[in-house]
């Protein structure tokens, strides 16, 4: 259990058996319509840098990973299939990742929701590992051809994922949510 994937401030999302879910079933769009709120689909938006989002060095430790590690051994990876300047977003950034997007060509995470906010801005993603937005997500060979995905049936998937604390009550999570 955690914040929700998007509405953070209002729903918690549950994951049977992992930290996110990574594999997309076919669900309606009625949930997503009703929760969305603040969420708006822009036009793919194709900017020169790419960034990587990192999470934090706790979330990397879980993993069995180190940050320094992943981080270099992302842009090694980056630079064998694109020249564009790469931009290393910390988890701890204050300014708003909205601001780093304006001029990326995509957004590289291992797993983190700011790959949701991405793909809602029209910023292409590459994820990594366990990552939520891995159904829509290209890769890093790819980065030059990325494909650019049908965001929303991954975003009414999510919807039927997360939960506000009413519904968890009233045992809603445990119906067929997965």
Partial sequence: MDNGYFGRNKYFRITKNANQ?????VRTPDRFEKTKKN???RNWNRGRKV????STEHLYKFHGMDIKQYTDDTIA????YTDRKIYVRPKEATHPL??????????VTHTSCAALDALQWGVPVITTGECCA????????DIENLVLPD????????AWNQFTVNELQEGLWCSDSS
Avoid at 51 to 54: K, P, W, Y
Wanted: proline residues 5%; aromatic residues 10%.
């Fill in 21 to 25: 879910v990574t594999e997309l079933s």
């Fill in 39 to 41: 969420i708006q689909f």
């Fill in 51 to 54: 960034v990587i989002a990192l």
């Fill in 77 to 80: 990876k980056i630079k064998q």
């Fill in 98 to 107: 909205e601001d780093d997007l304006k001029d990326a060509w995509c957004l």
């Fill in 134 to 141: 891995k159904p829509v997500s290209g890769k890093i060979e």
């Fill in 151 to 158: 965001r929303e049936p991954l975003f009414w998937h999510l």
